[in-house]
């Protein structure tokens, strides 16, 4: 949808965008590339790949190479802004459905929960990497558009909000008080964690009888 908006790329297509024209080398290669590179940052973080890993890096490519096939670009701005908008938010809400599965984030929403694990904000984690990655992609000459601006900034927001809300829990072990969440993500703002400090049992104190 955005592809088909044709108002500005996401800022990681800008980054392969500028890599291609700085250094050569196609755009689809560069996310190659670069995928692998984000995947070599996993291990200082402690990221563990997933069945879900495997399938954001195979089916997402594959199915927007099948959407650009069979769908033509729109001419009205009503119907390109509409198209913007709706990407914008539909992957804020496949972020969410993804990562809550917990079975796996793709390679540059690994970055995003291995961040958040550690106690950061998912909003504050992913508008961070969103907007210099961006920062990169136009330094190196790639093509930054109203879109890229909105999807920068939005896509934290939205992700802080749908991936808790979409989280699939586990049940709960006996004599725990509440599922375990299927996702490792412990960002502030996030229901249904505890924190490390109301988690630990009570010490108990004074003589046993």
């Known amino acids: 949808m955005l592809l088909l908006a044709g108002l500005g790329l996401d800022p990681w297509d800008v980054l392969h965008q500028g890599l291609s024209r700085r250094i ?7 996310a190659i590339i670069v995928g692998v590179v984000v995947l070599l940052a996993w291990i200082p973080l402690r990221q563990r790949p997933g069945i879900g890993t495997l399938c954001n890096v195979l089916v997402v490519g594959a199915v927007i190479d099948l959407m650009l096939a069979v769908a033509h670009p729109p001419h009205a701005l009503v119907s390109r802004i509409a198209l913007l908008v709706g990407g914008v938010v539909l992957n804020g809400v496949a972020t969410g459905a993804y990562i809550g599965a917990g079975l796996g984030p793709g390679p540059r929403d690994g970055l995003m929960t291995a961040w958040a694990g550690r106690g950061h904000s998912i ?3 992913r508008t961070t990497i969103e907007i210099s990655v961006l920062a990169a992609g136009w330094a190196l000459g790639g093509t930054v558009g109203v879109g890229t601006v909105l999807y920068a900034l939005a896509i934290g927001p ?15 072990p006996e ?4 599922a375990a969440p299927a996702t490792a993500i412990a960002a502030p703002g996030m229901p249904g964690q505890a924190s490390d400090r109301t988690s630990r ?3 108990r104190t004074g003589r046993q009888r």
């Open 201 to 203: 049992q009570p010490r």
């Open 123 to 125: 909003r504050v984690v």
């Open 158 to 172: 939205l992700a802080h909000r749908f991936i808790p809300l979409l989280e699939i829990r586990r049940p709960a």
């Open 24 to 30: 050569g080398l196609g755009v689809g290669t560069w």
């Open 175 to 178: 004599g725990s008080a509440s």
